[in-house]
């Protein structure tokens, strides 16, 4: 069992405060994984729970039990870094059994362990190697073993795919989902990159200057994100924020930007919009919800013309990424690859409003949840 | 000390799962090239181990016994391995020691007596070829005798019989690892007094590998075929079993 609780957990250094008050559930087994820009105080957090980092303030329990004088390694925890952190001078075998040697492990209990967590990440070939010969994505798996051996309750992992190329990023995206699904522990997974918090985790903190934003599913963090700092993290491209007026239209509302008027679903609850009346406020509209053609699976009331100018297109293969201005904002819409659009083009797209979302322009905070 | 770091955690090639591995000459060049300071290290424990005399068969043993984990690519512990091994082997090794010491030493003496009476005699020539053929043999079975022992743990009878067969089956890479040992210690003659240092670092531990490496395919085939190979293999030897 190794359920986590982050109770009003502080770290400061001196006068300057770097994480303030987090409260945080992990479940036990449960994939979760701390997002943020950098200096955001995830990998301060993910270094309290591992006991890397004093706590200032504030109480971790890891499975029933108050651990903030524990020393880590009574934690039953293990960590990976983002530089792997292996010892240059021992071999692979050697880098993985060095925690069980520390803990006087039979030797027979050291060589099964170690063979079983080779095997489970196809190293078993590196074994007898130093880790100058292997390359960044060994090295990583190299990193991971160390931290399976120890069959630890929860791992703690601290951008571990960071220094790893693209391609390789991606493989080891999928390799660690599987990994957790196998071994059936608490992962805590810290990252910058929003692809490998969407892909992988169960939920999502995402935390903005020692504050956590949201903690939530990745689909939830994407489809009802609570501020619009979480609705510009999430999402690449990232959701075009466009400062608007809100109008009465009929039974309905309707967002008005810069002369062009996007009618708001009805599903939208009106007595949250209702006091924005005659307001400004921001609206949030992914790239993928503005359309080169109106979606034949979209209610003909929740779309709207779109008139903007292309600055730029990036072709992606699979769509094209449209840099476009319009009533002097930036915005990114996807397009498919087959939509021609020269640069300065004026071009007609359609905004489907069903999943748009509205920020308070001084709180920044949703006005729909 | 940017540069240090820079040495240590710079990313390598990586190591192909699926690369043909290399054979003969080349694979014992790239054993070499990686367990070079082992070696050195390896080295440095046999004369430590020697030092008192009575204990150099049980420290040629712990040699080979390291050294066929080198050729095996497993994972040694170079201390903990050699004085486990020193231990194990050592009454083992001294009663084997003195006997192939005896029966080499009675060939050395025969050979001698033979070629001097050869000078006078030619008769003596052929008492004179046997006599080298039987000694090399012995130190031949000596070597097979050796690392079949630190393999597998097995009656005395048993090992001596796996030895001869093995003498008898592949004796030519036994003798190329034994030419290799002699060109080690001529090169330190012929370059001395600036191969100094070779003894010290490299001669025993690279000569011994030079002998598991050169006999333990031979090794691993009596062991196949005898009714030993049913007897646990030793201790770890299973990693060896999955590269």
């Not at chain 1, 770290?11 to 300057?16: I, P, R, V």
């Not at chain 1, 009106?270 to 400004?280: A, D, F, L, M, T």
């Not at chain 2, 025969?110 to 006078?120: E, K, L, N, S």
Request: proline share 5%; hydrophobic share 50%; glycine share 6%.
């Amino acid at each position: 069992m190794a359920s986590i609780s982050l109770k009003k957990l502080n770290k400061s250094y001196g006068a300057l405060t770097v994480v303030h008050d987090i409260d945080l559930e992990i479940a036990d087994k449960e994939f979760i994984i701390l997002v943020g820009p950098s200096g955001c105080g995830k990998s301060t957090t993910l270094r309290m729970i591992a006991g890397l980092e004093e706590i200032s303030n504030g109480e971790l329990i890891i499975g029933g039990d108050m651990v903030n004088e524990v020393p880590s390694k009574d934690r039953d925890i293990a960590m990976v870094f983002q530089n792997y952190a292996l010892y240059p001078h021992m071999t692979v075998y050697k880098n993985m059994a060095f925690g069980l040697q520390l803990r006087k492990a039979s030797r027979d209990t050291i060589d099964q362990k170690v063979q079983e967590a080779a095997k489970i990440l196809d190293i078993t070939h590196l074994l007898n190697r130093k880790p100058k010969a292997l390359s960044g994505g060994q090295r990583q798996r190299v990193a991971l073993g160390r931290a399976m051996v120890r069959n630890p309750a929860v791992f703690l992992l601290d951008e571990p795919l960071s220094n790893l190329d693209a391609k390789l990023r991606s493989t080891m995206r999928a390799e660690i989902t599987k990994l957790h699904k196998r071994l059936d522990a608490t992962f805590i997974y810290v990252t910058h990159d929003q692809i490998e918090a969407m892909t992988m985790a169960d939920r999502i903190v995402v935390m903005k200057d020692g504050h956590i934003q949201q903690v939530d599913t990745p689909q939830n963090l994407y489809d009802r994100p609570v501020n619009m700092f979480v609705a510009g993290f999430i999402g690449a491209p990232q959701m075009n924020l466009l400062p608007s007026t809100i109008e009465r239209r009929g039974d309905g509302y309707a967002a008005l930007f810069d002369g062009r008027e996007l009618p708001l679903p009805a599903h939208f609850d009106k007595s949250r919009i209702e006091p924005y009346v005659g307001r400004e406020l921001v609206i949030g509209v992914r790239p993928e919800n503005l359309h080169e053609l109106p979606p034949a699976d979209i209610t003909p009331e929740n779309l709207a013309p779109f008139d903007a100018v292309v600055e730029l297109a990036e072709p992606m293969g699979s769509e094209i990424h449209l840099n476009l201005t319009a009533g002097g904002r930036n915005l990114i819409a996807r397009v498919s690859p087959r939509f021609k659009a020269m640069i300065d083009d004026g071009v007609k797209l359609v905004v489907d409003t069903t999943n748009m979302q509205l920020f308070d322009k001084e709180t920044e905070r949703s006005i729909l949840y | 000390m940017q540069w240090l770091r820079d040495m240590w955690t710079k990313e390598g090639p990586g190591i192909a799962k699926n690369a043909p591995k290399k054979t003969g000459l080349a694979l014992f060049a790239e054993i070499f090239a990686r367990e070079w300071w082992e070696m050195v290290k390896l080295n440095i424990l046999f004369i430590l181990g020697s030092l008192l005399v009575v204990t150099i068969p049980a420290a040629i043993v712990a040699t080979a016994r390291i050294s066929v984990v080198l050729v095996e690519d497993r994972n040694v512990y170079l201390l903990r391995d050699f004085t486990e091994a020193f231990a194990k082997y050592f009454v083992r090794a001294t009663l084997w020691g003195l006997a192939f010491a005896w029966a080499v030493g009675l060939g050395m003496y025969a050979i001698t007596i033979y070629a001097a009476g050869a000078r006078d005699n030619l008769l003596f020539a052929a008492p004179l070829t046997i006599a080298v053929f039987v000694t090399v043999f012995i130190v031949v079975i000596a070597c097979h005798l050796m690392v079949l022992m630190v393999m597998r743990d097995m009656p005395a009878l048993q090992l001596l019989q796996l030895a001869a067969m093995a003498s008898l089956i592949r004796p030519m890479p036994a003798l190329a690892a034994l030419l290799f040992v002699a060109a080690l210690w001529f090169l330190h003659i012929i370059l001395y007094p600036l191969s100094v240092f070779m003894p010290a670092t490299l001669n025993f531990s690279l000569g011994m590998f030079a002998v598991a490496f050169g006999v333990h395919r031979t090794a691993e085939m009596v062991l196949t075929v005898s009714p030993a190979s049913g007897v646990h293999r030793e201790q770890h030897a299973h990693d060896a079993s999955h590269t």
